[in-house]
Each structure stands twice: as C-alpha cells, then as structure tokens.
C-alpha cells in the first residue's frame, strides 16, 4: 500500500498533506527517511514512523460505548449530537459507524466499528442474536407479563414479537427488570411493554450477544475493545 495512502487513512492529513510531510523527512520505515509518497510499503510488516513516534496502522476499529440519553445513534445529524461527536479525532478518523441503534434516550451499550462485515453479522436478522436491557418500569410487572413475553405479545402495529426473556428483578409501583430480545423493531421494548399497559421510564442495554457493557464506562465514554473481544464476537454464531 502506498505509504501516503496509510498516513491519509489514519488521520494524518489530506494527500496533499501527508506529500509535504513526507518532502520535510517527518516519515521513517525501518528507520530510513521516506520523501515519494508513491512508495509502497507493508503496514503489517514495516516500521512506520513520524516525526519520531512509531505509528501502528489499522484497518479496522471496534469501540464499545456507554451512550448517553439525548444522543442519537447516527453518524452524523445537521440538529442533534451524535455517537460520533462523542469520540476523539483519532478514532472518528477511522469513520466508525454505530452497530444497530439505541433510541434518542436510551442508555447502555452500543459498538461502533467501521467493520462492515462484523455489523451485519450482529445485525442480520438470521443470526437472532440477543440484546439483554435492564428498565425500570411504571406498573407493576407481574408473572403473567413474563409468560406473555415468552409467547410474544402484539404490538401497536399488529406485529407479534419473537419470544423475549423477561425477568423480574423488583416489582411494585414501580418495578425493575431485565429483558432479552433477538429483535430490534422500532422502540420495541417500549412498545412491548405499552402492550401490557404499563410504561418504560427508563431504559439502558447492558449486552449485545456474548459482550456486556463494561461497568468501569461512565454514561458517554468508551473504549476500545480487546483483541479478545473482537474474536468473541466474531465467532459468535459464525454458522447460525
């Protein structure tokens, strides 16, 4: 790949940019200064370095985030802020997108990768694969709501959902759960709930397939996942 192709995609400045870095001698690989910008160079292999500082190049990137209410789950949006505002330039540089969507004020766990392949492996609709939220819920949630939502209940629409997995953490007044999904229609819980007669007050995901939410992420951080944790995932009902 040529090396001013790399710099661009990591960041480092337009092509026009990156071509005067390289005039000035701020680009080394394998410690010998680099001025054509049409060298090619093997960015798994090939020590890169600029003005000095080692660079690790990347093809893809995978970031979990605790989202924040009020956010939108979008790239990019001309009135509301969005996931992608959240990040620091040097992973927005990578054009990560949001993997699925939580709602404008919903909490919890939400990925971003610029892995188009790994996205629609979570997302395809074959692969079933389940989101776990914790809610807190006006009314009280009772063992009839979970055997309803294991048979499925009608929606607003006439739609009849998959089987969810409701658990009741606390009930009364106000009643905390937990519910796994392998859907991800229009606020589904919300509605899901609304067709039991009782209301979402608040609404945070807390796993995506075999990944929970790391606890140490504050609402609006993120990190990086683990090497780990991008295998996990990709692995994760690879043949379903």
């Known amino acids: 790949m040529r090396i001013d192709k790399i710099l661009a995609n990591m960041g480092y400045g337009s092509r026009k940019e990156v071509k005067k870095m390289l005039k000035d001698g701020a680009v080394k690989v394998n410690g010998t200064a680099i001025t054509d910008a049409k060298t090619h ?3 798994e292999e090939d ?9 690790r190049y990347r093809k893809f990137i995978y970031l979990m985030m605790n989202k924040p209410a009020g956010v939108i789950s979008a790239t990019e949006d001309f009135s509301e802020q969005t996931v992608v505002d959240l990040l620091e330039v040097e992973d927005a540089v990578f054009d990560p997108f949001p993997v699925g969507r939580l709602d404008k004020d919903t909490e919890g766990l939400l990925l971003l990768t610029n892995d188009g392949q790994l996205a629609h492996q979570l997302l395809s609709p074959k692969k079933h694969v389940p989101k776990t939220y914790f809610a807190i819920i006006e009314g009280e949630v009772t063992d009839e709501d979970v055997v309803a939502f294991k ?3 009608m929606l607003d629409d006439g739609y009849v959902t998959k089987p969810a997995e409701l658990k009741i953490l606390s009930s009364g007044l106000r009643s905390t759960i937990e519910l796994t999904i392998t859907e991800g229609k229009f606020h589904q819980v919300k509605r899901m709930f609304q067709a039991v007669g009782k209301r979402v007050k608040y609404l945070k995901r807390i796993q995506m397939g ?7 992420l504050q609402v609006g951080e ?18 379903g």
């Open 41 to 43: 160079v093997n960015p």
């Open 47 to 55: 020590t890169i370095e600029i003005f000095g500082e080692e660079i």
């Open 151 to 153: 048979q499925g209940v």
């Open 210 to 216: 075999p990944l929970p939410l790391d606890e140490s």
């Open 222 to 239: 993120y990190r990086e996942l683990t090497d780990e944790e991008v295998q996990m995932l990709k692995e994760y009902k690879r043949e």
